[in-house]
């Protein structure tokens, strides 16, 4: 079955690769970024040469998001499958980001999803019929020194995956989440660094910490062969490729040893999660309506 996918943040590596991926399969894909010029010039040119049309679409502001959904739904005469992956992160301690810039991160990772759910939604229950994939990170599951501000818009949008999941079930839209382990990717060095400099000085030798952890934490992932960008995006093609029903709601993509642990813990939380649906009498919300 051919699909009709839209994918934010096609400029990054796991959107390029996923779109690249799906149009090599004959899925009809439209992916968006925020410009088509500058150094995302190359990239939209590449999607273009395979059969990706491209979007300009801005998460952080409601009318372009609109605006793209409806240019995206024009294009492919429809719309099935959302791949949500636009996002940016954060490397730094935690005190020294101003509330500016953690809201600057929020915008794009938390705020902006919320824009795009409310542009497709409407779509979506009126054909009866979705598919969403989030990205997420194994570190929305665990916070680690210096990422927490990353960590907290992740861990939000898990929240939100999960109340979209319960609330959109009646209406046959399926939700699912990818939550990669970190990728040596350009993402790592376009990281927000904390803009209070000065209070950054204040933590003395912990101010270098930041970068070096974070540089080696590259460093090693880089020696790990399948630690890449292209197993997100063939996780991305199996799900969108996985009956209708039948896609399970995590899917934690990670080769550095992260995988078994936050497995686990997705488990818990799962089997957790339907006690607490039952004992409150709204389990059947975790059941997709697939008529």
Do not use: W
């Amino acid at each position: 079955m051919k699909h009709k996918i839209l994918v934010t943040g096609a400029s990054g590596a796991f959107g390029r690769l996923a779109c690249l991926q799906l149009a090599e399969r004959n899925h009809r894909v439209v992916g968006t970024m925020r410009s088509t010029e500058g150094k995302n010039e190359l990239i939209a040119t590449e999607l273009k040469s395979k059969g990706v049309a491209i979007v300009e679409m801005d998460v952080t502001n409601e009318q372009s998001v609109n605006a793209g959904v409806n240019s995206a739904i024009e294009m492919m005469d429809g719309l099935d499958t959302v791949f949500n992956n636009a996002g940016i992160g954060a490397n730094g301690i935690l005190e020294c980001f101003t509330a500016g810039d953690i809201q600057k991160m929020f915008d794009v990772n938390v705020f902006g999803v919320q824009r795009l759910m409310r542009a497709v939604l409407p779509h979506f229950r009126k054909q009866g019929k979705g598919t969403i994939i989030h990205t997420s990170s194994c570190i929305g599951r665990v916070t680690t020194p210096f990422l927490a501000g990353y960590s907290a818009s992740k861990y939000a949008l898990e929240s939100l995956a999960e109340g979209y999941r319960a609330e959109l079930s009646g209406f046959g839209i399926e939700s699912c989440i990818v939550e990669p382990g970190g990728m040596p990717t350009a993402f790592m060095g376009a990281m927000i660094k904390p803009s209070d400099t000065e209070r950054n000085l204040q933590y003395g030798e912990m101010a270098a910490l930041p970068d070096q952890s974070l540089n080696g934490y590259v460093q090693y992932i880089e020696t790990i062969p399948e630690q890449r960008p292209e197993k997100v995006a063939e996780a991305v093609v199996t799900l969108i490729n996985t009956p209708f029903g039948e896609k399970p709601f995590r899917t934690v993509v990670d080769f550095s040893g992260l995988k078994e642990p936050i497995e686990h813990y997705n488990r818990v939380l799962q089997q957790t999660t339907r006690g607490i649906y039952t004992a409150n009498g709204v389990d059947n919300l975790l059941n997709l309506n697939k008529d």
